[in-house]
């Protein structure tokens, strides 16, 4: 492996093992995309895909929001729907609609999922992480990541976005033996592509379940739950088998309020909780676990007034407490959230006394 430069900026990494940093760490999920001006001047030169499958592109567009901000950590460009197009699928990224499969999953088309090579073939995730590390200079730590297996089967099933995923929770009840074979060959590749971006120079690595709320808990405990345990097990015996160093490992379950205890048992260092979550739940839910949290400030909070977010960040740190916390938004950053908004989301988590 590439020998990469010192990390200066370990605030994240130590709450993740339970240790108190020097201030409270922030990050922002897609930090690195469309609300920023200067990516929306990349985009006007490159596809959405040819910056995840171009190293030197996607580690560009990760480095702006750390030469902008003074974050705590960048996350590798790229998305979670890289793995169905390493499965054999087409995925493309239409302007005003988002993701699209043109060609969805279904029991006819099964068969022609090609796992064998898959990982081998997302190499460029890894080639960009391993140039990102080193054009950070140590600044902050960097993130890997990748979907779940039922928000990918989602995705994959759907032929895109959706607000029921009627189709795919027709296989979990219809065909849950067919079901169970797609999970089980999405989860041996998630485990793979983790590790190789932890090979890669990942210093610390989150699963994005971002369909967790279309399931109630009966079925997030049949069809979720023990894959994802498999995923933090799998992923950190690889690692070990490799002499690599363990890095910790976030699990966001969006709208997963219904298991939040058992996520604390499934083997990650963080669980990233949803704006919808309440900090005394929260806590609650938590208090006797040995996990780190990290969240979970509404989205649309950063349209209000500076004198307002402030209020509402300060709320809720102090509500959540600042033990063992990554701050973040409760999801994703909307394309048109404020730039100046940001900056004094971070001012104020840093403003904290520890």
Not at 69 to 87: E, H, K, M, N, T
Not at 282 to 295: E, F, P, T
Request: proline share 6%.
């Amino acid at each position: 492996m590439s020998k990469f430069p010192d990390l200066k900026n370990d605030r994240i990494l130590k709450v993740a093992r339970g240790e108190k940093p020097d201030k409270l760490p922030i990050w922002i999920m897609r930090q690195a995309g469309r609300y920023l001006p200067e990516f929306m001047e990349f985009r006007e030169q490159h596809s959405f895909f040819e910056i995840c499958q171009t190293p030197e592109l996607a580690c560009e567009v990760t480095l702006m929001p750390i030469r902008r901000y003074d974050l705590d950590a960048a996350i590798i460009f790229s998305d979670i729907l890289v793995i169905p197009q390493a499965l054999g699928m087409t995925v493309e990224m239409r302007p005003g609609v988002g993701p699209v499969l043109p060609e969805p999953l279904t029991s006819d088309n099964f068969h022609k999922l090609n796992k064998n090579g898959a990982v081998s073939r997302l190499k460029y995730v890894g080639e960009a992480i391993t140039l990102t590390r080193h054009k950070l200079e140590g600044k902050v730590p960097l993130f890997g990541f990748s979907g779940a297996p039922w928000t990918l089967m989602g995705y994959m099933i759907e032929g895109g976005g959706s607000k029921t995923l009627s189709k795919a929770k027709k296989w979990l009840y219809k065909d849950p033996e067919l079901a169970h074979l797609l999970l089980d060959l999405l989860t041996e590749v998630i485990v793979d592509y983790l590790v190789m971006q932890i090979e890669h120079g990942a210093q610390i690595v989150q699963v994005f379940d971002s369909s967790a709320e279309y399931l109630n808990k009966n079925l997030y405990t049949k069809f979720c739950l023990p894959y994802l345990k498999q995923i933090s097990t799998k992923v950190k015996e690889k690692v070990k088998q490799l002499n690599l160093e363990e890095v910790p490992m976030v699990l966001f379950a969006k709208g997963a309020y219904f298991c939040l205890e058992d996520q604390a048992d499934l083997g990650y260092d963080v669980l990233g909780i949803d704006w919808t979550m309440s900090p005394d739940f929260v806590r609650a839910s938590l208090k006797d676990k040995n996990v780190s949290i990290q969240g979970n400030l509404d989205p649309c909070a950063l349209y209000a007034n500076k004198d307002e977010l402030k209020n509402m960040v300060v709320d809720m740190v102090r509500k959540l407490g600042t033990d063992r916390l990554i701050v973040n938004l409760g999801h994703g950053i909307y394309p048109d959230a404020p730039t100046a908004s940001v900056q004094t989301f971070i001012e104020t988590v840093h403003s904290f006394n520890l």
